[in-house]
C-alpha cells in the first residue's frame, strides 16, 4: 500500500467536505500504513501550522468525535504552495517526494490536469508504481477528455490513471450491481422483453453556492449526467461481464455507454428539458435563485434509449436538479404489465406494472412492487391492490463517505471503482449531441422555483410514483 498522497487543491470544497474528513476516518479505522504522510498542495502561501489551523477549523463540524485522530492525522500533513500552471514550480517544489512511490491525487478544476500531470513527470512523481488521480469531469466535452487522456497517456500507463467517480464509491451503487448480477429472479427478466422503462432520479436541495465559477462553464449536464448518472445507466444496463475484474467490467459500461442513441436537435426538443432555479423555499429556507450571467441548466431531464439488444425501445429517463424539493437518489426499473389480465379490478391495474424501486440516497432501501388480492372481500370478483415488499438490508458495515473506500483503493492499487479513458470518451460523446443540439435549437433553460421538483414541462420525466415522489412526499410523476 503506498504510504505519499500529495493532494493538489488541498483547499478546495471537494478537499474540505470530503477528502481530509475521509482520511480522518480511516486513520481513526488504521485503514492508512502507519507511515502515511499527506503533502497538501494549495495555491495561497501559508505555512505547515497555517495550513492545519485552516483545516481544523473547516473540518470541525464533520469530524466532532475524532479529535485525538484529527491532530494525529494534521501532523502528517505538510503544506506546499505553487500554481498549477506551473510545470517548473510543481516540478521544483515537489521532486523531493519522489524518493519512493506516491499517488497524486488532482481536486482541482480538470484545466489544470494536463500542466500539472507533466509537472509531476518532471519532478519524477509519475514514475515506477506511482499513481495518479483524476477528479471528475474530464474536460467539458470529447476534445477536450480526449486532449487530457492523450496528454496524460505520454505522462504514465493507464493502469495507473485512476479517475474518480464518487458515485462508484457508494455502497450502495455497489449494492446495485449485486442485487442485478446476484439474483436469478432479476437476471431473467433483465432486458427489454420483460423491462418496460429505467428511471434514473438524482435529486438535490443543495444549491451551485460558492461553486459559482466552475459550475457557470459546466452546467448539470456535464456535472452531473455526464459522469454520475452515466455510470449508473452503465451499470443498470451492462452485460454481465464473466469475472468481476477492473477491465472486465468496465469494458461493459463502455460498450452500454457507446450504444447510446446520440441525440438529434429534434430529439432535444421532443425528449430533454433543461432548467434553473429561480428563488424560492428548500427545507423551510428562503434561498435564492442561481443567478449568473451564463445560461446553464441546473436540471435536466433526459429521456434516451440503447441502441443494442437487450434494451430495444426500451425508454431510460435521466433526470438530475439543485434545490429541488428534496434530496433523493433512485432507480425505478418498470415491469411490463402481465400478458394476459385475469382480474376485475382494479380497471386499471394492468397499467400499474411490477416495479423494483433502488432508493440509493438518503437512506438506502430497496422496494418490489407486486399485486396480490390480500385486500379481496370474502365474495364477488377478485380485487387486485398493489402492495409492496421490502427488501431492505440492515446491519451491513459502511463507509459514510464514498471517497473513504476509493482512496483505500487507490492506495492499494485495485481499479475497479474507477472510470477508463475510453468510458470517459464515449460518456461525453453522447452529451456533446445534446450540448449540440441544444446550441443550434438555442433551447432555453426554463425557470423553476427553488423547492419544487423542477419545470413543470419535466413532469412527465420524474419517476413513477406508485403513490409518492422521489423521498416520500406526496405528488405526481407519472404513475
Ligand atoms: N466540491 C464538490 O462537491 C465536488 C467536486 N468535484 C470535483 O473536484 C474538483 C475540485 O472541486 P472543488 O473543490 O469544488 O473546487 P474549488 O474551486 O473549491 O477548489 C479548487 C482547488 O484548486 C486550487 N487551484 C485552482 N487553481 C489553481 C492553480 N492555478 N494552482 C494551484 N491550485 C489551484 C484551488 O486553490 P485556491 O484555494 O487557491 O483557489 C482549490 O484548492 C473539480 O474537478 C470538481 O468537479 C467532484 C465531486 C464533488
Ligand atoms: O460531483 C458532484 O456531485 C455532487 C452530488 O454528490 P452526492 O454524493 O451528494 O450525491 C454535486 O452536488 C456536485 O455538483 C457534483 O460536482
Same mark, same amino acid.
Given at each position: ?89 510543481? @516540478? ?26 507533466? *509537472? ?47 458515485? $462508484? ?60 448518472? $452515466? ?43 433543461? *432548467? ?65 389480465? $385475469? ?69 492499494? *492499487? ?37 423547492? @419544487? ?27
Amino acid at each position: 500500500m503506498h504510504d505519499t498522497l500529495l493532494l493538489f487543491g488541498a483547499t478546495g470544497d471537494l478537499s474540505q467536505r470530503y477528502l481530509f474528513p475521509s482520511l480522518v476516518h480511516l486513520w481513526r479505522d488504521r485503514l492508512l500504513p502507519p507511515a502515511f504522510r499527506i503533502v497538501a498542495v494549495g495555491r495561497q502561501e501559508l505555512s505547515d501550522d497555517d495550513f492545519r489551523a485552516w483545516l481544523r477549523e473547516r473540518m470541525a463540524g464533520e469530524v466532532a468525535d475524532d479529535q485525538t485522530v484529527v491532530e494525529e492525522l494534521l501532523g502528517k500533513i505538510t503544506y506546499v504552495s505553487v500554481d498549477l500552471r506551473d510545470e517548473t514550480a510543481i @516540478s521544483t517544489a515537489l521532486a523531493s517526494y519522489a524518493d519512493r512511490p506516491s499517488v497524486s491525487y488532482l481536486a482541482t478544476p480538470p484545466d489544470l490536469f494536463v500542466p500539472c500531470a507533466k *509537472g509531476l513527470k518532471a519532478a519524477g512523481l509519475l514514475e515506477g508504481e506511482s499513481r495518479l488521480v483524476l477528479e471528475k469531469p474530464i474536460g467539458r466535452d470529447l476534445a477536450s477528455a480526449r486532449e487530457i487522456n492523450a496528454a496524460l497517456k505520454a505522462c504514465l500507463d493507464e493502469s495507473r490513471i485512476f479517475r474518480i467517480d464518487h458515485y $462508484l464509491g457508494k455502497a450502495a451503487v455497489q449494492n446495485l450491481l449485486a442485487l442485478r448480477l446476484g439474483n436469478t429472479l432479476l437476471e431473467a427478466v433483465w432486458e427489454h422483453r420483460w423491462i418496460e422503462s429505467v428511471d434514473i432520479f438524482v435529486g438535490e436541495t443543495a444549491g451551485v453556492d460558492g461553486r459559482e465559477g466552475y459550475y457557470a462553464n459546466y452546467g448539470a449536464l456535464r456535472d452531473m449526467v455526464q459522469n454520475h448518472m $452515466l455510470q449508473l445507466l452503465a451499470l443498470i444496463a451492462m452485460e454481465p461481464p464473466s469475472v468481476l475484474d477492473a477491465d472486465s467490467i468496465r469494458d461493459e459500461k463502455r460498450k452500454v455507454l457507446r450504444a447510446l442513441r446520440p441525440m438529434s436537435n429534434d430529439d432535444v426538443a421532443s425528449r430533454t428539458v433543461r *432548467g434553473r432555479y429561480a428563488a424560492g423555499v428548500v427545507e423551510g429556507r428562503a434561498v435564492k435563485g442561481f443567478v449568473h450571467e451564463s445560461t446553464v441548466e441546473t436540471f435536466v431531464a433526459v429521456e434516451t434509449y440503447i441502441d443494442n439488444w437487450r434494451w430495444a425501445g426500451v425508454p431510460f429517463r435521466l433526470v438530475t436538479g439543485k434545490r429541488l424539493a428534496e434530496r433523493a437518489t433512485e432507480v425505478v426499473v418498470s415491469f411490463r404489465p402481465t400478458s394476459h389480465w $385475469l382480474f376485475e379490478r382494479p380497471r386499471r391495474g394492468r397499467e400499474r406494472p411490477n416495479r423494483l424501486r433502488m432508493r440509493l440516497q438518503p437512506d438506502e432501501t430497496i422496494e418490489l412492487g407486486l399485486m396480490g388480492s390480500l385486500a379481496a372481500p370474502e365474495w364477488g370478483a377478485m380485487e387486485l391492490k398493489p402492495m409492496s415488499l421490502d427488501l431492505s438490508m440492515s446491519g451491513s458495515p459502511q463507509r459514510r463517505i464514498a471517497y473513504e473506500r476509493l482512496i483505500v483503493d487507490v492506495l492499494r *492499487g485495485n481499479q475497479t471503482l474507477f472510470v477508463r479513458d475510453d468510458e470517459v470518451e464515449a460518456a461525453w460523446h453522447w452529451i456533446d449531441s445534446i450540448e449540440t443540439a441544444w446550441t443550434q435549437t438555442g433551447q432555453p433553460a426554463l425557470e423553476y422555483p427553488a423547492g @419544487s421538483w423542477g419545470p413543470s414541462e419535466a413532469e412527465r420525466y420524474l419517476p413513477p410514483t406508485n403513490g409518492y415522489r422521489p423521498g416520500n412526499s406526496n405528488g405526481g410523476g407519472h404513475a
